[in-house]
């Protein structure tokens, strides 16, 4: 009989997730080294080039491959005749003693974005915790732990639907996936879950994604049942929506499709569906009693050998005299390296301006948007030396509804982030002659090198989404509206679409 101790558990817990903070799985960097050089996008492949250096940067400096660290969810598989040692804590409050370890370990502190009281004030809890535990009691004398720390920006993508039994899941599937736009930062896994009832269907969903990525295997042998053969299906047909890395267009938009099944009532068809993004991460390791879990460190000379630079096409721009008449000049999907000030702003600032402004009142002092560009990114706090932690682009599209307000009421004249913009949003960038630039999601820690200095200009209490004015060297992004209103988002996929031409083009 195994005894699994209290501070083995913790401790394999934290450590497993501190290990995910900064090595992505070797399966899935390994297989998106393999789309990057099957890519004909020159702005996916890019995109995809970013993400890779900035997974080898992370692993080497340990620091998060994203700035959004994640909600941490644990598989718990618990063995029928396994003694626990503890000094009163349940297993739930054991791994949220492990989370709460890891989020705040000074050598790699992670962002704690758990916001308790979720409908009403929403307050982080600053420690991240707690996570989402799901317990199978099984035969044995061990203890099976799944980790993962999924990203917010996939995780909003889910979706959900019971079809009839006689609906075509595939349809469904491809349908939807445009409808979910880039904010799940592919190129990525889809989970899908098939049967079951509503909430057995979402967990297989995910139970999926928790698997290794081995599609190039499949590819190679065949399948050999008909949840292969729907994988296989589903993995053409999703990656022919020409929808790419970051949702620029281009042939790899998911790296792996896997599917779980579990039998369902004759009346419907429940089908979960759940994107990993490029910062996917999760670890699996067993506790049989003979000590906290032995992670090894992964080798590094496996990683895909790609250093992205900027491209030497890319226009310089300064953004300490940067004009609305400069930004009319720039085109859909021109790269840029911004070089000056900008200012930082995601959900919860946009809130507050827009109370502000609601109650008459102006910006809070030393806060001015005139000829500014904000940037929409919730940075991770930083360690030793650095100006700021991983801050990658955040998803653009909530701010969707704060757009005129910011672009008719501050002086603002473009925004970066990540993912699309809506129609309200882009039709008041056009009418405001402003751009939105977007920086590649899950290329955080590549991203803050450019940071050269931050500071904390008006709302402090607010952690990580307060208004920070950050001074930035070359930092890289992408033209993705223009000041006429086209958006890479829609020509790119519509292009790529076509060019693969293996489903038809829909117009508008
Ligand atoms: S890669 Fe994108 S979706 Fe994933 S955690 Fe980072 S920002 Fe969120």
């Known amino acids: 009989m195994a005894t699994i101790k209290q501070e083995d558990f913790i401790s394999s817990i934290a450590d497993a997730l501190q290990y995910i903070s900064y090595y992505h799985p070797l399966d899935y960097i390994q297989a998106l080294g393999e789309a990057y050089h099957r890519e004909a996008s020159p702005a996916a492949r890019d995109a995809i080039a970013q993400i890779l250096t900035n997974s080898r940067m992370s692993a080497e400096g340990r620091r998060p491959i994203c700035q959004d660290t994640g909600i941490v969810v644990a598989f718990v598989r618990v063995g029928m005749e396994v003694r626990w040692e503890t000094k009163g804590l349940g297993v739930s409050d054991m791994v949220n003693e492990g989370v709460r370890r890891a989020y705040s370990n000074p050598d790699n502190i992670l962002r704690a974005s758990i916001m308790e009281d979720p409908a009403g004030t929403r307050r982080n809890t600053r420690d991240n915790t707690p996570a989402v535990i799901h317990y199978e009691i099984v035969p044995g004398d061990k203890v099976e732990i799944t980790l993962a720390a999924k990203g917010g920006g996939s995780e909003n993508k889910s979706k959900f639907v019971i079809l009839n039994p006689s609906d075509s899941l595939v349809d469904w599937v491809l349908k939807t996936v445009p409808t979910m736009g880039a904010g799940w930062c592919p190129p990525g896994i889809l989970g899908i879950g098939i049967g079951g009832t509503a909430e057995k269907a979402m967990l297989l969903a995910k139970e999926a994604l928790m698997e290794p990525v081995n599609m190039h295997e499949l590819l190679a042998k065949g399948p050999h049942n008909r949840v292969e053969e729907l994988r296989l299906e589903l993995y053409e047909k999703v990656n022919a929506l020409g929808i790419g890395a970051q949702g620029l267009g281009g042939l790899t938009t998911v790296v792996d499709v896997k599917i779980r099944d579990y039998p369902t009532h004759a009346a419907g068809l429940p089908v ?110 930083p360690v030793r030396d650095e100006v700021v932690g991983p801050a990658g682009p955040t998803t653009a599209t909530r701010m969707d509804k704060f757009t005129d307000m910011m672009l008719d009421k501050t002086g603002l004249i473009g925004m970066i982030g990540k993912a699309e913009r809506g129609p309200q949003a882009i039709e008041s960038i056009r009418k405001h002659k402003a751009v939105y630039l977007m920086a590649v999601g899950g290329a955080a820690y590549l991203v803050a090198k450019a940071v050269r200095s931050a500071k904390v200009i008006a709302f402090e209490e607010m952690g990580m989404e307060a208004i920070y004015e950050f001074v930035v060297q070359d930092m890289p992004v992408t033209v993705a509206v223009d000041a006429e209103g086209t958006s890479v988002h829609e020509t790119g996929p519509a292009e790529w679409r076509g060019r693969i031409g293996k489903i038809p083009v829909v117009a508008g």
């Open 272 to 381: 979960g569906m759940i994107p990993n993004c490029a910062a996917t991460r999760h670890i699996h390791f067993t506790l049989d009693g003979s000590g906290p879990a032995v992670l090894v460190p992964p080798d590094l000379d496996a990683w895909p050998k790609v250093d992205w630079q900027p491209s030497p096409d890319a226009r310089r721009v300064n953004l300490d005299t940067i004009t609305r008449e400069d930004v009319v000049t720039w085109k859909p999907g021109e790269a840029l390296l911004l070089s000056g000030k900008l200012l930082t702003g995601r959900d919860a600032a946009h809130k507050r301006i827009a109370d502000l402004f609601a109650r008459g009142e102006g910006l809070p002092p030393g806060v001015d948007f005139t000829n500014r560009f904000i940037y929409y990114v919730g940075p991770v706090d």
